[in-house]
C-alpha cells in the first residue's frame, strides 16, 4: 500500500493578515437638526481599535490588537494598515476612511483591500433602506451577542473614552465577519416601522466581496464620495458632504500659513503643530462653518476674518486638549450628602476652564488678525496709490 504524501507548507491555504477596525470618533454640531450634513466629513477621528488576526479559506486566529489614540490617530491609523492584507470594517468605506480622507491621504494600495461588511450587506439587501443594519442590530439578531456600545446620548463620549475600548467593537464585528463568509446569511429587522427578524442569503458575489476578491476600488470610492456624498450604490446621497469632501481634497495640499500662525499664538510655539492637527480643528468647527473655513483657505480669505479666526482658535485649542472638552460634556451637580443640597463646584469648575480658554482663543486670534491685515492693508494702499498715479 502507497504510503500517503506529507502535506508540504505549499499546499497548505494561504493565511492572510487580517486588520478589523472601528474608530470612535467626535461629531462637530451633533445635536443640531439645521446642520448641512451628518456624514463622516463632519467627525473626528480620536480613537481608533485595530484588531489582528489570520484568516485563510475557514478559520480565523487571533495574533494581536493596537489602539491608536491622540490628534495624530488619522495618520498613524493609515499607516498602520498599509501592512495588512485585507482590512475589514463595518461602515470602513462609508464612515471611517471617509473621516480620516479628511485630514490625510488615502494610499490606493489601502483602498483596493478594504472590505466594508455594511456596503456589502445593504446592497445585498437591495439598497433600499439602512435600518436594522448597525453592528448592534446585526451582533444581537445574527450573533446573538448583545453589543457593549450603545446609543448616542449626551455623555456616551464621556462613557465610551472611559469604559469602551473600540477594540471590542472589532473584536465583534471580527465575529460577524467570520459567520458571514462560513455561514453566508444575516438577520436583521425588516424596517423600522416592522422589527420582524428577516433572514438573508448572500449570493456568490456578495461571498467574493466579503472575502476581499471583489472589491470596490480605490477610483470608484473617490468618484462616489466626491459625486454623491456616499458610498453606498444605492441612496439619496448627501451633496453638502461631497461638497466638504471636495473642499479638503484641494486643502490638503494648500498653504497652511494662517493655521500655523494660529497655532503658534495659541499654543505659543512649544513644539511643531503637525498639518494633521491643525486641519482636526476643522473638525470641531461643525459641517457648515468647516466646510466655510476650507473654502476660504482655498481662496486666501481665512486670515482676513476675525470671526473665523477667533472660532478656528477655539477649535484648535479642543482638538490638542479632548480630555479638556470630555470633562466639560461629562461636568454635572453632585448631590452633597453631608450638606443635603446639590454640588455644583464640577459644573463650575467646567465653566470657568471654557471662559478661560475662549478669552485666550479670543486673544490670540486677535494677534493672528492684525498681523495679517496690516499686509492686507498695504497692498491695498499701494494698489490705490498706483490705480491714482494712473
Known amino acids: 500500500m502507497a504510503k500517503k504524501k506529507p502535506h508540504s507548507r505549499a499546499a497548505r491555504p494561504a493565511r492572510r493578515l487580517v486588520a478589523f477596525v472601528d474608530a470612535d470618533v467626535a461629531k462637530g454640531g451633533r445635536v443640531s437638526r439645521h446642520q448641512l450634513t451628518k456624514g463622516p466629513e463632519s467627525w473626528l477621528a480620536e480613537r481608533v481599535g485595530i484588531v489582528w488576526a ?16 491622540g490628534p495624530l490617530a488619522a495618520p498613524q491609523t493609515v499607516a498602520a494598515l498599509e501592512r495588512a492584507d485585507l482590512v475589514v470594517g463595518h461602515g470602513v468605506l462609508q464612515s471611517d476612511l471617509r473621516a480620516l480622507a479628511m ?28 435600518t436594522g443594519l448597525g453592528l448592534s442590530d446585526l451582533s444581537w439578531y445574527t450573533l446573538r451577542v448583545r453589543r457593549a456600545k450603545h446609543g448616542n446620548g449626551r455623555y456616551d463620549m464621556a462613557r465610551a473614552r472611559g469604559d469602551f475600548d473600540p477594540r471590542d467593537d ?21 424596517r423600522a416601522i416592522d ?18 476578491r471583489e472589491v470596490l476600488g480605490a477610483a470608484e470610492w473617490h468618484r462616489r464620495r466626491l459625486s454623491w456624498g456616499t458610498v453606498h450604490a444605492h441612496g439619496p446621497g448627501d451633496l453638502s458632504a461631497a461638497a466638504l469632501a471636495a473642499a479638503a481634497y484641494t ?8 493655521l500655523r500662525a494660529c497655532a503658534a499664538e495659541l499654543l505659543g510655539g512649544v513644539s511643531p503643530v503637525e498639518d494633521t492637527v491643525l486641519l482636526a480643528a476643522f473638525q470641531m468647527l461643525g459641517p457648515g462653518a468647516n466646510l466655510k473655513a476650507r473654502q476660504a483657505l482655498t481662496a486666501g480669505r481665512f486670515s482676513r476674518s476675525a470671526e473665523r479666526l477667533t472660532a478656528y482658535t477655539e477649535a484648535l485649542w479642543k482638538t490638542v486638549h479632548p480630555d479638556a472638552r470630555h470633562r466639560w460634556r461629562a461636568a454635572e451637580p453632585r448631590y452633597d450628602p453631608v450638606h443635603r443640597e446639590m454640588d455644583f463646584s464640577a459644573v463650575e469648575a467646567a465653566q470657568a476652564e471654557q471662559r478661560r ?14 498681523a495679517w491685515r496690516r499686509p492686507a492693508a498695504v497692498q491695498l494702499g499701494k494698489a490705490g496709490i498706483q490705480a491714482g498715479q494712473a
Do not use: I, K
Open 103 to 130: 485630514l490625510t491621504r488615502l494610499p490606493d494600495a489601502l483602498l483596493e483591500r478594504c472590505v466594508d461588511t455594511l456596503v456589502v450587506l445593504h446592497e445585498a439587501r437591495g439598497g433600499r433602506w439602512a
Open 54 to 69: 489570520r484568516a485563510d479559506g475557514r478559520s480565523l486566529t487571533w495574533v494581536g490588537d493596537d489602539l491608536v489614540d
Open 251 to 258: 486643502n490638503l495640499e494648500d498653504d497652511l500659513a494662517p
Open 170 to 190: 472589532a473584536r465583534l464585528h471580527a465575529r460577524l465577519w467570520q459567520h458571514l463568509r462560513t455561514r453566508a446569511t444575516f438577520t436583521a429587522p425588516a
Open 195 to 212: 422589527p420582524t427578524p428577516v433572514t438573508v442569503t448572500l449570493d456568490g458575489g456578495a461571498m467574493d466581496r466579503l472575502s476581499g
Open 357 to 370: 480658554m475662549y478669552r485666550d482663543s479670543a486673544a490670540a486670534a486677535g494677534r493672528v488678525h492684525h
